[in-house]
């Protein structure tokens, strides 16, 4: 059976449940899948100050070399000034022996964020992780238009060719709504048949 990571980092629970809805979609493909956050690297002060979302059902993956576990690993994480949140990109600088030996090399990967507006760095962000997972010889798989919900402005809505995203609103109000749901679950689909063909 095909296994898929699913890391993720999240503030106020958006790529949570983001996190959630891809492993539905993988989990329906076929695929035995496993939710895990990377770790809080901000101090407890800010923290705590800014009402950081800290309970989570999902336990934090620590050691870098369990990704080789992996056929795919589907990343998470929300903008930060258009690039990854530094909680991620610190644990994929602590990977560099897991690319060294090219343990994920034609692993296939794929990304998914949120940010506060709908211009707010989505599409840079997600080329931050995806440039990552290149490096480490990975496969991509994009949110591509089978997936016809991204399309349209009848409404607020998240969605690239590049990955599943969401939208927040600048206090973060706004929770994913169904139409970004169902973008993560239609990713993760993809990323499950798609490692499961290469894996064939």
Known sequence: MTR???LYYSSYGHIEQMAEAVALGARAAGAEVDIRRVAETAPAAVVEAAGFKTDTAHPQLSDPNELAQYDAIVVGTPTRYGRMASQMASFWDTAGGVWAQGKLNGKVGAAFTSTASQHGGQETTLFSVLTNLLHFGMTIVGLDYGFSG?????EVKGGAPYGAT???DGDGSRQPSETDLGGARYLGERVARTAAKLAA
């Open 166 to 168: 969401t939208i927040a």
């Open 150 to 154: 991204q399309m349209g402005v009848d």
């Open 4 to 6: 898929i990571l699913v």
